[in-house]
T-cell receptor, first 112, second 116 residues
Framework: GENVEQHPSTLSVQEGDSAVIKCTYSDSASNYFPWYKQELGKGPQLIIDIRSNVGEKKDQRIAVTLNKTAKHFSLHITETQPEDSAVYFCAADTSGTYKYIFGTGTRLKVLA | GAVVSQHPSWVICKSGTSVKIECRSLDFQATTMFWYRQFPKQSLMLMATSNEGSKATYEQGVEKDKFLINHASLTLSTLTVTSAHPEDSSFYIC????????????FGDGTRLSIL
């Protein structure tokens, strides 16, 4: 079945450095890729998304890139801050349905 | 995006009781809501898709008699965990889809269920 692989599972960076999280999906018909941030004890919050007709999207310190040929997409966070510490999930929609397949999550820790 | 409210946020109950969790879409009429389960330090697992006015669609391996879903209005879906046991302890999260395929899902803040 369809799946989404996410790496790394944990990531520690110094405050001010950049963080990159990568995902690979298997369903070539996927065309929507959201990224969620989940803080402890909370539900996931959408932080950025990208559709398959776009290669890159940026929103202030956050950017997402998509390579449809390779079926890769990545989240880039620049100038990281302690409040960026959380678990980040990528997801891909599935062909013919409204369901998402989620990645396994990345625990980001920004060290002050 | 849509504002989604879940209630309760935390519940502890004895084994054998049934627990109802509510998911409300506060500012959007949702024909479709989703119910997820999340174990500690793991990803979200889709349990079922809740459709307003019709039966929910359950994912493979999810017991529909154990996890009863009702979506009686465009703003409310409920998940009832029947005859709950310790293995049902988990974090349950609902989401709302605001448009068709290719639109974001907006999540509630989850319900932590602990069965003693």
């Amino acid at each position: 079945g369809e799946n989404v692989e996410q790496h790394p599972s944990t990531l520690s960076v110094q405050e001010g450095d950049s963080a990159v999280i990568k995902c690979t999906y298997s369903d070539s018909a996927s065309n929507y890729f959201p990224w969620y941030k989940q803080e402890l004890g909370k539900g996931p919050q959408l932080i950025i998304d990208i559709r398959s007709n776009v290669g890159e999207k940026k929103d202030q310190r956050i950017a997402v890139t998509l390579n449809k040929t390779a079926k890769h997409f990545s989240l880039h966070i620049t100038e990281t801050q302690p409040e960026d510490s959380a678990v980040y999930f990528c997801a891909a929609d599935t062909s013919g349905t409204y369901k998402y397949i989620f990645g396994t999550g990345t625990r980001l820790k920004v060290l002050a | 995006g849509a504002v989604v409210s879940q209630h309760p946020s935390w519940v502890i109950c004895k084994s054998g009781t049934s627990v109802k969790i509510e998911c409300r879409s506060l500012d959007f009429q949702a024909t479709t809501m989703f119910w997820y389960r999340q174990f500690p330090k793991q990803s979200l697992m889709l349990m079922a898709t809740s459709n307003e006015g019709s039966k929910a669609t359950y994912e493979q391996g999810v017991e529909k008699d154990k996890f009863l879903i009702n979506h009686a209005s465009l703003t409310l879906s409920t998940l009832t965990v029947t005859s709950a046991h310790p293995e049902d302890s988990s974090f349950y999260i609902c989401s709302v889809r605001t448009q068709g395929r290719g639109s974001p899902q907006h999540f509630g803040d989850g319900t932590r269920l602990s069965i003693l």
